[in-house]
Nanobody, 117 residues
C-alpha cells in the first residue's frame, strides 16, 4: 500500500518561497497511471487543490495559484516537491500530499505551514 509523508518548514515568512516535500513509499513515483498532488486546507476553510503531477512527469496547476506554484519530482529519491512563491498569511494552511490511481486514494498526514513575520 502506498504511503506518503510530507515535510516542510512549519513557519515561513511573508514574500518568501515555501518548499514542501512528499516522500512516497510502497511504489515507484513513476509507476504507470499513478497521479500525485498537493492539496491544502486553510484554517476554517475547505480543501484547495494546488498542483498535480502524473507518472510521466506531466504537471497540472490550479489556475488561481499557477503563477506562484511549481511542482516537481526527484525520481531517485521517490519524492515530489511543491514550491509556492510570494507567500502571504493567506497561504497559512495544512498542506497534504495525495496520490494514487485516482489522485486522492492515499493521503499524507499533512504538514502545518504558518506564514507570519
Amino acid at each position: 500500500q502506498m504511503q506518503l509523508q510530507e515535510s516542510g518548514p512549519g513557519l515561513a515568512a511573508p514574500s518568501q518561497t515555501l518548499s514542501v516535500h512528499c516522500t512516497v513509499s510502497g511504489g515507484a513515483i513513476t509507476a504507470n497511471r499513478y497521479y500525485y498532488a498537493w492539496v491544502r486546507q486553510p484554517p476554517g476553510k475547505g480543501l484547495q487543490w494546488i498542483a498535480g503531477l502524473r507518472w510521466d512527469g506531466q504537471t497540472y496547476y490550479n489556475p488561481s495559484l499557477k503563477s506562484r506554484s511549481s511542482i516537481s519530482r526527484d525520481t531517485s529519491s521517490n519524492q515530489f516537491t511543491l514550491n509556492l512563491a510570494s507567500l502571504t498569511p493567506e497561504d497559512t494552511a495544512v498542506y497534504y500530499c495525495v496520490g494514487g490511481q485516482s489522485w486522492h486514494d492515499y493521503w499524507g498526514q499533512g504538514t502545518q505551514v504558518t506564514v507570519s513575520s
